[in-house]
Structures are given as C-alpha cells and as structure tokens.
C-alpha cells in the first residue's frame, strides 16, 4: 500500500492550508496516524498525531502548532486517511510534510493486508512572511 500527501503549496503568512493522506487501497482500520514534517536544515519532527484507544482517539499536538493546526480522521470509509488543517501559518512552517500510518489494515474480505507502519511521500508547504 501507498500513501498520497497532498494539499501542500505556497500560503502567506496568517493564511491557511489544508493537507489530505490517502491509501492506494481501501482503509478497513488504523490505529495510529500522524504528520511529520522536516524543515530545511532540522531532522523530521513530530507535527500531531491522532492514536486509537478504548476511549476514544487521543490526538496530540507538537508545541509549535498546538493551537493552531487540526488533525482529523477521515469519517467516508473510502481511501481517505486523515486531513491536517493548518491555521495562522508562519515562515517557521515552512517544511515538507509527510503523513505516517501505524497498524493498517486495508483491503476487504479475504483480501486485507496489514501494515505495522507506513510512510507517504512528502508534500511541500512553503509559507512566505
């Protein structure tokens, strides 16, 4: 399986941007997700990440964004992974980001596979001030 980042582009400063992750194949269930993102010159670092628990989901924040960026799970049970709204961007987001599956299961019937962790291709945000 494969995963599609997209939404990336060039947004001002204050502006907003949106990023979808997708399968190549139909979602039947996850159990981690997360964006990641690696800035010029830095290593990947964590952005948020949604986690599944008896519960409920239990998302987290990194500081740099807590407030400001949205990460929510796809809902329409099709090869939609989750989406990632970004709010009051700044130069200091300007990074590629990719998205990170752990423990999924795509595919129906007789024909799932499981993956303990994928990773997509990155999508480049680049924020001008």
């Known amino acids: 399986v494969q995963l599609q980042a997209s939404g990336g582009g060039l947004a001002q400063a204050g502006g907003s941007l949106t990023l979808s992750c997708a399968a190549s194949?139909?979602?039947?269930?996850?159990?981690?997700m997360a964006w990641y993102r690696q800035r010029p010159g830095n290593e990947r670092e964590l952005v948020a990440s949604?986690?599944?628990?008896?519960?409920?989901?239990?998302?987290?924040?990194s500081e740099s964004v807590r407030g400001r960026f949205t990460i929510s799970r796809s809902r329409d049970n099709t090869d939609k992974l989750m989406i990632l709204q970004m709010n009051t961007l700044t130069a200091e987001d300007t990074a590629t980001y990719y998205c990170?599956?752990?423990?999924?299961?795509?595919?129906?019937?007789?024909?799932?596979?499981?993956?303990?962790?994928?990773w997509g291709q990155g999508t480049q945000v680049t924020v001008s001030s």
């Open positions: 990170n599956a752990g423990n999924l299961v795509v595919g129906a019937g007789a024909r799932r596979d499981r993956y303990l962790e994928v």
């Open positions: 194949r139909r979602i039947f269930n996850v159990d981690s």
């Open positions: 949604i986690r599944s628990g008896i519960s409920g989901d239990r998302v987290r924040y």
